[in-house]
């Protein structure tokens, strides 16, 4: 029996969204087309549309469909530092937190390598949480077009100061994008109180179906499109919609919201007693990232093994039944350092990095089988490590 332990990675379909994707995958009409069949189709889009916006606090106009975390992340920060910079020339400075995803790193470099945005990665501390002080001093230089800080951080878990940010920004006339992928259905997520212009979702982190996701765009924000087709999604996101997919996405997002007040709690707990005895029984084992409950995401461990290779504890793991990761799942394969664990000042030359990621199908028997063979594969990794060595 397999015991999953890489939630953040991708969560198991939900049973509703399931069966909500298949019940609509007979939906044979275009939501665009005028006919019957169409609106067949469009009232299934909608529904879907006002399903997301009530769980997540928006307007459902304010709700644009995606395949996933990462295009909402790349509509945001080219989206809205291209707007900002075509009504405000002067506006060519982008700021965003130096542990963001590579969803949002990558494009924020395309833009300083490719259309002269001078780039600011933010620093933060020793837990991954930002500097707000640093982003306070940027801001003040002026002629910043866009802030983009993850809501919460995909391989330490660490919750970001939204709030100090967003009235920070606000000072200033620059909108905010918050990548929210690992935080919907963890922490409350909400729109309208969050004083965000845009805020990341993405399916496979809630239960929904992969390759689905949306980008929550309060109104009257400017945003540019990035891809040029038909005009749907107010031409923001042209393209015909994934009926299917967007009902189960939604299906999924309204019972992860739901759920969110009494999983926190349960995976706050189960968490707490993983990092416990993983801490007491393999001594080379230290927790990266907050150690207080409410600065980090209640499904998130992250581990730093002294004298192991991540690659090594991964591989080990998954030949004694445990998925993990060492952060994220984007660079799993890729022996690179990550660049999270850098900007924390986390030594990873002389131990491995292991994200153990909890969320709503995880049981006390995922947290029993980790412990106990975690000991072994630890002893295992460090041979492994050693005769690599000599
Ligand atoms: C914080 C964060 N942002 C963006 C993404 C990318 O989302 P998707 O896999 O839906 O493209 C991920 C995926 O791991 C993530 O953890």
Excluded at 292 to 301: F, V, Y
Aim: aromatic share 2%; with cysteine; hydrophobic share 45%.
């Amino acid at each position: 029996m397999t015991s999953y332990l890489d939630h953040g990675a991708a969560t198991p379909v939900r049973a509703s969204a399931l069966e909500a994707l298949v019940g609509a995958s007979a939906t044979s009409g275009n939501p665009a087309s005028v006919h019957g069949a169409g609106r067949a189709a469009r009232r299934l889009v909608e529904d879907a549309r006002e399903q997301v916006a009530a769980a997540l606090g928006a307007r459902p106009g304010e709700v644009v469909w995606t395949s996933g975390g990462t295009e909402s992340d790349n509509l945001a920060v080219l989206g809205l530092y291209r707007a900002a910079r075509r009504t405000d020339p002067t506006r060519t400075r982008l700021l965003i937190s130096a542990v963001e995803h590579h969803a949002v790193l990558e494009p924020a470099r395309w833009l300083a390598a490719h259309e002269g945005a001078q780039l600011t990665e933010l620093p933060v501390d020793g837990d991954g949480v930002l500097d707000v002080d640093v982003l306070n001093a940027q801001l003040a230089r002026g002629g910043v077009a866009a802030v983009s800080v993850m809501w919460a951080n995909n391989e330490v878990g660490a919750l970001q100061p939204l709030e100090a940010v967003v009235s920070a920004a606000a000072r200033h006339g620059v909108p905010v994008h918050a990548d929210a992928v690992q935080a919907v259905g963890q922490v409350p997520v909400d729109l309208a109180s969050s004083g965000l212009a845009a805020l990341s979702v993405s399916g496979h982190k809630v239960g929904g179906p992969q390759g689905t996701g949306a980008l929550l765009l309060r109104r009257g924000v400017a945003l540019d499109a990035v891809q040029h087709g038909g005009g749907q999604e107010r031409g923001l996101r042209p393209g015909s919609v994934a009926v299917a997919p967007v009902v189960g996405f939604a299906v999924a997002v309204a019972e992860a919201v739901g759920q969110q007040p009494e999983q926190a709690v349960r995976l706050a707990a189960l968490r707490d007693e993983l990092v416990t005895r993983v801490l007491a029984t393999v001594p080379a084992a230290r927790l990266t990232g907050p150690s207080d409950g409410p600065r980090r995401l209640p499904g998130n461990a992250h581990l730093m093994i002294d004298g192991c290779s991540g690659e090594d504890l991964l591989l080990l793991l998954d030949a004694a039944g445990i998925a993990a990761s060492t952060g994220s799942a984007c660079q799993a394969g890729v022996a690179r350092t990550s660049h999270v664990l850098a900007a924390m000042g986390v030594d990873e030359e002389h131990s491995g990095a292991l994200r153990l990621t909890l969320g709503h199908t995880s049981t006390r028997a995922d947290v029993e089988a980790l412990v106990d063979v975690l000991p072994g594969v630890v002893a295992r990794a460090r041979n492994v490590r050693q005769a690599g060595a000599a």
